[in-house]
């Protein structure tokens, strides 16, 4: 038995002197006791760890003491003028007038404590008039103050639009009839209670109500919707 203790001794000091010579335990060696003989081995390599290290501070990093700024408001004078996008606009229903003709006269105060609540556009007489946009026309009327009016609806039925003051109607114009945006449907004039010697086409517009009466509704500005440009 002593032999095959001195013969495995041998081996495993042969095998360790291989592992030191080879690089591979380069760490400090333990001390292992076997039996009466001292053999010298190498402990278990050490993995080395990186240090940590803080990231480089980017170019663009403010330092902590000093606060981001606000950006600086903007003064309500130099807010934009608002308009209506080009492509929720009616038809200007006078034909010759452009939008930078068109009066804002929807909160002028008119007899009776009342608002004018539309828009007066004032034209020669027997100029035409067009549809504002696709519908078709509820009712023609002729009222004292109105004189010759017509009212059309828009497709959806949820908007009225109110032209007044005509002097006559468009040929074929009749209640019911589908209306084509630009459609001709009557002519400036002076009816109704009018200024004779200022022909124009009262212009409205209004909402209806779930009863969809052509007669009621609540009223919007027309303005911005024809192209006037509101300042807020």
């Not at 229903?93 to 008119?110: C, H, M, W, Y």
């Not at 009816?191 to 052509?214: C, I, M, R, Y």
Request: aromatic share 8%; net charge negative.
């Amino acid at each position: 038995m002593k032999w095959l203790l001195t013969f495995l001794i041998g081996a495993l000091v042969g095998a360790i002197s291989l592992y030191v010579y080879s690089g591979l335990g380069s760490a400090q060696p333990v001390v292992i006791v076997a039996d009466r003989a001292t053999v010298m081995a190498p402990a278990l390599p050490c993995v080395p760890v990186a240090a940590a290290t803080e990231p480089a501070p980017s170019a663009m990093a403010m330092p902590a003491s000093e606060p981001i700024a606000e950006p600086p408001l903007v003064a309500a004078a130099s807010a934009p003028e608002l308009a209506v996008p080009v492509e929720n606009q009616l038809l200007i229903p006078v034909a010759g007038i452009k939008a930078s003709a068109l009066q804002n006269t929807f909160d002028e105060a008119r007899s009776g404590e009342r608002r004018h609540e539309a828009i007066d556009i004032l034209a020669p007489k027997g100029t035409q008039v067009f549809a504002v946009t696709d519908g078709k026309i509820a009712k023609l009327f002729n009222s004292k103050p109105g004189g010759l009016t017509l009212y059309q609806f828009d497709t959806s039925a949820q908007l009225a639009y109110y032209y007044a003051h005509l002097d006559r109607y468009a040929d074929g114009v009749q209640e019911g009839m589908a209306l084509k945006r630009g459609d001709l449907v009557g002519y400036v004039g002076t009816s109704g209670n009018a200024d004779p010697n200022t022909p124009h086409l009262h212009f409205a517009v209004f909402v209806l109500g779930p009863e969809k009466q052509w007669w009621k509704g609540s009223p919007i500005n027309p303005y911005p919707l024809l192209g006037g440009v509101v300042r807020p």
